[in-house]
């Protein structure tokens, strides 16, 4: 596994899972000294210690790993426009932003963003301006990182019309990276469903109406983006959760540049978890918010900018990385990777002291259920 010295990570264990490993080197112990020996299991290795060097500890060998499980990581906002298209210019390279994080994402099994642009021919968007243009070849760079789904269920990517959603959807589809949020009315409203690690997987993913113009909205005979309605949304994740092992949530909402979740943004997660959901991830804010754990299922209100030009404070050019290790399940381990945006369009991992405001803002729970430290590596 790739070292990265000196940057920062939390990561977040259930607790039965380190008393049931308790037991278990108990159990070895016992069986060692009596002289019976004890069976090795080569192949069943799960982590369930801090670093990398499991095969050395035989806390790594008693938990049978019945289902090998996905890795899944997710970031925030992305966009190539405005000042990162001219950086991607200058660079010669589409792929010049995803270059400090690309390894990162290998260790993945999924990689999700919130993709906060259409992707179509046009003119140059100046840096004032408050639409969103990304030039083909955008879905390349998205390719090549390793993204593999997309949220497009946000209030950009209709910036360019209807020919700007179809155009994106087509050039998602032709290089073969998943997408959620938006379409006609049945595509936007529907999840997707993947398949990852014997697991089944459906992710949804909408936008605060509040947003958007009318117009905006997925319909029957135009193409558009899903809106968040807690009923409608209640019953798609309900459906999802009868076909599939895991529901992820996705949703566009709260107040610019507030640390703060609203009540909508709260009630909306909750009701997705209280229907099955098993995962929230949230996006908009353009700066880290606060993350919960409600009914033992894990809620991100906001992940902040990933790629993005928002250079003029902190916490615009501050996001988070969400890594979540699952089984069918639900969620064993989530490790928390807090990233600066530098260039106007590069992240790279922030480092340990760095991070301290990041972390602060998502106001972990430290509960009984939970085991939070730190650690230097991938």
Avoid: C
């Avoid at 959620?180 to 936008?207: H, K, N, Q, W």
């Avoid at 609203?262 to 804010?285: E, M, R």
């Amino acid at each position: 596994m790739k070292q990265l010295s000196n940057n920062f990570r939390i990561k977040i264990l259930n607790k039965p899972s380190i008393l049931l490993a308790f037991l278990w080197v108990l159990i070895v112990i016992f069986v060692s000294l009596a002289g019976l020996g004890v069976p090795q299991r080569g192949s069943e290795n799960v982590d369930v210690k801090v670093g990398d060097e499991i095969s050395k500890n035989i806390l790594g060998k008693i938990l049978p790993a019945e289902n090998p499980g996905a890795v899944f990581i997710a970031v925030g906002d992305v966009s190539y426009s405005r000042e990162i298209g001219r950086r991607i210019s200058a660079q010669d390279s589409n792929d010049y932003p995803f270059e400090n994080v690309r390894d990162i994402f290998k260790t993945a099994d999924i990689v999700f963003a919130n993709l906060e642009t259409p992707i179509t021919e046009g003119r140059e968007i100046r840096d004032n301006e408050v639409v969103f243009r990304s030039d083909p070849g955008t879905e390349s760079a998205l390719k090549n990182a390793g993204i593999t789904i997309v949220s497009l269920a946000n209030n950009h990517l209709p910036d360019f019309g209807t020919k700007g959603v179809e155009d994106t959807l087509k050039y998602l589809d032709d290089a073969s990276i998943l997408h959620s949020g938006a379409g006609t009315e049945t595509d936007a409203y529907d999840p997707v469903y993947f398949d990852s690690g014997g697991i089944r997987f459906a992710l949804l993913a909408y936008t605060d109406q509040n947003l958007v113009p009318s117009s905006y909205a997925a319909g029957e005979d135009h193409p558009g983006t899903a809106m968040m309605g807690i009923s409608k949304m209640s019953e798609s994740v309900l459906e999802a959760k009868s076909k599939a092992d895991i529901v992820i949530v996705s949703m566009h909402s709260g107040t610019e540049y507030v640390y703060k979740s609203t009540k909508f943004q709260q009630s909306f997660a909750h009701a997705a978890v209280d229907s099955g959901a098993d995962f929230v991830i949230g996006h908009h804010p353009h700066v880290v918010q606060e993350m919960e754990k409600y009914k033992g299922k894990y809620i991100f209100y906001s992940l902040g900018n990933f790629i993005f030009d928002q250079m003029w404070s902190m916490a615009t050019r501050e996001g988070l990385m969400i890594k979540a290790y699952f089984t069918k399940s639900g969620v064993e381990k989530v490790l928390l990777y807090p990233v600066l945006i530098e260039n106007y369009s590069q992240p790279r991992l922030l480092e340990r002291k760095e991070s301290q405001k990041v972390i602060e803002r998502l106001q972990i729970p430290l509960k009984d259920e939970s085991v939070v430290y730190w650690e230097d590596e991938i």
